[in-house]
């Protein structure tokens, strides 16, 4: 019997849907009564199962398991089932579970990718005397609304109410442009590939930049909240850069985070200064939201495959071709 899909209708739904439907593979998605009016409206998702709460999707495993369902995780799992009820799911799931708990642990994360011999900017313990402009981002803050900027002692000082009984980190603010590379890797052939690169919209961080410097005195800190995403393609010289860095967070993984590692979709945010330099403040172990601009693949995906291959298509494929090769468990979390 072919594998179905599963995922929560929310975050990249559509997308992992219609991937699973243009694969020939049954589509599921679990909605909540408020968003049902959309799901229903799209003819590829074969099924729409729904539940009152998010929470009580593990009430589904029975009815899922009978359909040999394989959960595929996005942003908004961890958000709202919680990091327990992801590593307890009973179902079978596409990708590692360990690296979700080192991608969600800051210092985790930082761990990977320092350790892995990515560039990233350097940071500043608390307490530290800071030499250069520094961003400051306390733990937990939804879209950077509570980070500020920070240039000498007297600026920390004068923000000291905003970190007060907060955790937080400091790090050198990279001058430069912010990028998010989406990467697939398959533990079917072994190889790396880009599918897709894009760049966001934050506010008012980017509409800072249009404000001449005579009226910036006296605005408020930066913030960056996503308002929307826009598909970039790059100097092809940085593509070098960007398949080294992203074989290396692949290959640390699977060295000290679980024998299987990280694979499937992935995503390294980046900050390229002047000298071309990349410099890694976040990887998200998952698909990332900005592959939505993809649904009819990029000009990254295009260079791979002669057809339309959003990162949710790419998924279903690697789950298609894996239980046509009798190898599912090569794509499968497993204990
Ligand atoms: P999310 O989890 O949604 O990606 P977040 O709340 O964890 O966001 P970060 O990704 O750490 O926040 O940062 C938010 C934004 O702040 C980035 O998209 C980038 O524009 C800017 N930023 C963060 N760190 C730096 C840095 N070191 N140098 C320059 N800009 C930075």
Redesign the pocket.
Known sequence: MKPAIVTLGSHSALQIAKGAHDEGLHSIVVATPKQKSVYERFPFIDELIVIDNFADFPSLTDQLKKKHAIVIPHGSFVAYLGMEENLEMQLDYFGSKQVIVWEFDRLMQRKWIEEAGILV?KRFKVGEPIDRTV?V?TYG????SG?FLARTQKDLEKNAVKIQNKEYLM????IGV?MYVHYFYSPLTEKLEIMSIDR?Y?TN?DGLGRLPIQHQDGVTEPS?T?VGNSSLVVRESLLVQFYDMGQKAVDYSKKHISKKGLFGPFCL?M?IDEQQRCFV??ISARIVAGTNLFIKGSPYSDLLYDEPMSTGRRIAREIRTAAEQKELHKVLHED
């Not at 803050?141 to 950077?144: E, K």
């Open positions: 900017p961003i981002k803050a939804a879209g950077g980070y790090q050198e603010y990279i912010p966001r934050e961080a960056y996503v945010e900050v403040i976040e």
